[in-house]
């Protein structure tokens, strides 16, 4: 069997099981979740053997240090995936809710009824966590899905694709509803992508080279996002003992995620006051400044003179652009110009510039006097998350359950016919 009708069998028998996958019963995807969980706990020592044998060849590679660090489970990782399990197992199953039943004047109700999406493709890179999630989000909302990792990955996600196959068999779900491509062949890809007649939508995570290439590729419709650039935005209003830990922690405390601060702008108005503050607290942590020329003399020595393309760039490291402006509209352009749509924060305890953020900045999230950080579907109430789309159709931001479902309308009538 050739690569084509290796990856056309997995479709069509997950297309198989989407449909089988109608019939079952939510507490039959919640024992099977559960039971994941306690399968990955007590797997524990044989996953990190296999994520330690990806991490020795990552580092034999010379893979930079934040894909690394994508790459590697910890006991915190482990413990995380299994909550993440257990909590999805508790959410309310949105497949079968029928909204907005309203009556029409012929006597029709008019409702429209939660769906599964079908059978989703999701190709990530690096983070073997992304195994768990996606399966387990996907299931919770009567999706089959098809897998495919990360060659540098391979073999952490062999260990969980092996662990959510047995938890499917002993709660008794169709198999084929969660599987893994077992090949680093890159040919996989590109022949999944062209089975549209089988798989409803396919979720790219990972750089930007990879989603570009899956958007080109792709027969079926494609959630993404490109990159993550987010702003925060000090305004001339701001509790600046605040702004300074937000922005620290946006930075600083996981510097190579996509919700990472990238850039700071700040008001004029206290810029004088604030950015040498800024300077002196993240460049403790070795923080990079790349410095317009009205921020970079009040930085310290770690700020460098910002060049045209580091406003606008993701550098999943320890490198934050800076820039002083002179009004919130001025900001607003520059993330308008800058930004990704992913994330974007103000600083400020003026209401109504706050309200004007919200309303006008075109992102993902819009957030508060609050760490961009947060854009995360655990942080936000979703448990897990299968990524975060900056794209508006058919999701904007991160995607748990619910947004792995769609609707169709449903109408209960008593004999009505069309005049």
Do not use: W
């Not at 199953?93 to 769906?115: A, H």
């Not at 996989?188 to 409803?200: F, G």
């Not at 503050?277 to 003399?297: H, I, Q, T, W």
Request: some cysteine; glycine content about 8%.
């Amino acid at each position: 069997m050739n690569m084509d009708e290796q990856m056309r069998e997995m479709a069509a028998s997950a297309r198989q099981a989407s449909q089988e996958l109608l019939k079952v019963a939510s507490r039959d995807k919640e024992r099977a979740l559960v039971h994941l969980a306690r399968l990955i706990t007590a797997n524990r020592e044989a996953i990190f053997a296999a994520n330690a044998r990806d991490i020795e060849a990552a580092t034999a590679r010379g893979m930079d240090a934040a894909r690394i660090d994508r790459l590697r489970l910890t006991d915190a990782t482990i413990e995380s995936m299994a909550e993440a399990c257990r909590f999805v197992a508790k959410l309310s199953d949105p497949v079968g809710e029928i909204e907005s039943l309203r009556k029409r004047p012929n006597g029709l109700l008019v409702g429209r009824m939660r769906i599964p999406l079908g059978v989703i493709a999701i190709i990530y890179e690096s983070r073997p966590n992304v195994t768990i999630d996606a399966a387990i989000l996907c299931l919770r909302a009567g999706n089959a899905v098809i897998l495919r990792g990360g060659s540098e990955a391979f073999h952490s996600n062999q260990a969980l694709g092996g662990l959510l196959a047995q938890a499917m068999e002993e709660a008794g779900l169709p198999a084929k509803a969660v599987q893994l491509v077992p090949t680093t062949d890159r040919a996989a890809v590109k022949s999944m992508l062209n089975l549209d007649e089988y798989i409803d939508v396919v979720i790219p995570r990972g750089g930007e080279g990879l989603i570009r290439a899956v958007v080109k590729d792709a027969t079926m419709p494609v959630l993404k996002h490109y990159k993550g650039v987010c702003h925060i935005y000090v305004d001339a209003c701001a509790d600046q003992d605040k702004g300074l830990r937000i922005v620290h922690n946006a930075k600083v405390q996981r510097p190579g995620v996509c919700n990472a601060l990238e850039c700071l702008l700040v008001h004029k108005d206290v810029a004088a006051g604030f950015l040498p503050r800024v300077g002196e607290r993240l460049g403790r942590d070795n923080v990079v400044f790349k410095a317009c020329p009205r921020s970079l003399p009040l930085l310290g020595d770690k700020a460098l003179p910002a060049r045209d393309d580091d406003f606008g760039k993701e550098f999943h490291s320890l490198e934050l652009a800076v820039k002083v402006v002179d009004s919130q509209t001025e900001a607003q352009e520059h993330i308008a110009t800058y930004g990704s749509h992913h994330s974007e924060a103000i600083i400020t305890m003026d209401h109504d510039r706050a309200m004007r953020f919200l309303r006008e900045v075109d992102a993902s999230a819009v957030l508060i006097n609050a760490s961009t950080r947060f854009n995360d579907g655990g942080e936000l109430g979703l448990g897990a998350e299968i990524g975060i789309s900056t794209s508006k159709l058919h999701s904007y931001g991160p995607m748990g359950v619910r947004e792995l479902t769609s609707t169709k309308f449903v109408v209960l009538g008593e004999g009505q016919i069309r005049e």
